[in-house]
């Protein structure tokens, strides 16, 4: 069946210091969707991404959709402490039904 | 916009007992609903797809008598955990959308059930 890879499982870094978690699928994705979730909080969308070699922006977050449709990578500069939390990504594929299949999450600490 | 409320939010009881999880999305309507289930430091693992007015479809491995789901309006989701036991204990997190998967998902807060 899908299946969604994340890596790594923690990150712990210092405040300033970059960030970067990395998302494989099984298989070629119709979209790609990133969620952060707070300690003790519910997953909140970030952005979704359709198209092939796709990168978009939010302020100090970069996110990119590869060539293949099968990866993709969230990017954080100059990490902040309020960056502290679970990044998950989650792949849609069609021809497996309407439904996200989540990665495992990055699990990001920010030292102050 | 795109409010989902989950309710409630913190859950103690017997084994044995029944509980009951409701899902509204507040600001919109919701063609689909999603209910996950998370532990500890972990993923959500997707239990089923509700749409309105028809079946929950579930996912290999959920018990459909174990977990009831009914989705009898635009704006409303149950989940029911029948004869809920210690294992049940968990995280339970619905999401909704306004037209199928393709879009994003909106999440509630989610349910934090033990079962003693």
């Known amino acids: 069946g899908q299946q969604v890879m994340q890596i790594p499982q923690y990150q712990h870094v210092q405040e300033g210091e970059d960030f970067t978690t990395y998302c494989n699928s099984s298989?070629?994705?119709?979209?790609i969707q990133w969620y952060k979730q707070r300690p003790g909080g519910h997953p909140v969308f970030l952005i979704q991404?359709?198209?092939?070699?796709e990168v978009k922006k939010q302020k100090r977050l970069t996110f990119q959709f590869g060539e293949a449709k099968k990866n993709s990578s969230l990017h954080i500069t100059a990490t902040q402490t309020t960056d502290v939390g679970t990044y998950f990504c989650?792949?849609?594929?069609?021809?497996?039904?309407?439904?996200?299949?989540f990665g495992a999450g990055t699990i990001l600490r920010v030292k102050s | 916009g795109a409010v989902v409320s989950q309710h409630p939010s913190w859950v103690i009881c017997k084994s044995g007992t029944s509980v009951k999880i409701e899902c509204r999305s507040l600001d919109f309507q919701a063609t689909t609903m999603f209910w996950y289930r998370q532990f500890p430091k972990q993923s959500l693992m997707l239990m089923a797809t509700?749409?309105?007015?028809?079946?929950?479809?579930?996912e290999q491995g959920v018990e459909k008598d174990k977990f009831l789901i009914n989705h009898a309006s635009l704006t409303l989701s149950t989940l029911t955990v029948t004869s809920a036991h210690p294992e049940d204990s968990s995280f339970y997190i619905c999401s909704a959308t306004t037209i199928n998967s393709n879009q994003p998902q909106h999440f509630g807060d989610g349910t934090r059930l033990s079962i003693l």
């Open positions: 989650a792949g849609l594929d069609e021809e497996y039904g309407n439904k996200l299949v």
């Open positions: 991404l359709v198209k092939s070699g």
């Open positions: 298989t070629t994705l119709s979209n």
């Open positions: 509700s749409n309105e007015g028809s079946k929950a479809t579930y």
